[in-house]
Nanobody, 126 residues
Framework: QVQLVESGGGLVQAGGSLRLSCVASGLAFSAYAMGWFRQTPGKEREFVAAINWNGGTTTYGDSVKGRFTISRDRAKNTVYLQMNSLEPEDTALYYC???????????????????WGQGTWVTVSS
């Protein structure tokens, strides 16, 4: 059974930092591109960042470029999202997702991701 378990969310002041983690189990982690998405009530799920199967390619949503960094640790089956210079607009439920894709290309389309975690809340106060 595939599981993606996010952690690291919480309440932080504007300008602060958080690091989210997502531990994957039940899948061949090295064969999957991994992504982070976020969603607030009443809005569509928004692409945040993605990393390809070997970590050689990363891509970011326009609203987080230069502030967020995605990385992965093959030995720990874990993908991370380092979030710096947080803004109140970053407040959302953050999801980790997995896309079976052995490619230099990553997708920003949530419908192409096969597995999803339950999410972790990030709240940024002004």
């Amino acid at each position: 059974q595939v599981q993606l378990v996010e952690s690291g969310g919480g309440l932080v002041q504007a300008g602060g930092s958080l690091r989210l983690s997502c531990v994957a189990s039940g899948l061949a982690f090295s064969a999957y591109a991994m992504g982070w998405f976020r969603q607030t009530p009443g809005k569509e799920r928004e692409f945040v960042a993605a990393i390809n199967w070997n970590g050689g390619t990363t891509t970011y949503g326009d609203s987080v470029k230069g502030r967020f960094t995605i990385s992965r640790d093959r030995a720990k089956n874990t993908v991370y999202l380092q979030m710096n210079s947080l803004e109140p607009e970053d407040t959302a439920l953050y999801y980790c997702a997995a896309d079976r894709r052995l490619s230099v290309v990553v997708t920003t389309n949530p419908s192409e991701y096969e597995y999803w975690g339950q999410g972790t809340w990030v709240t940024v106060s002004s």
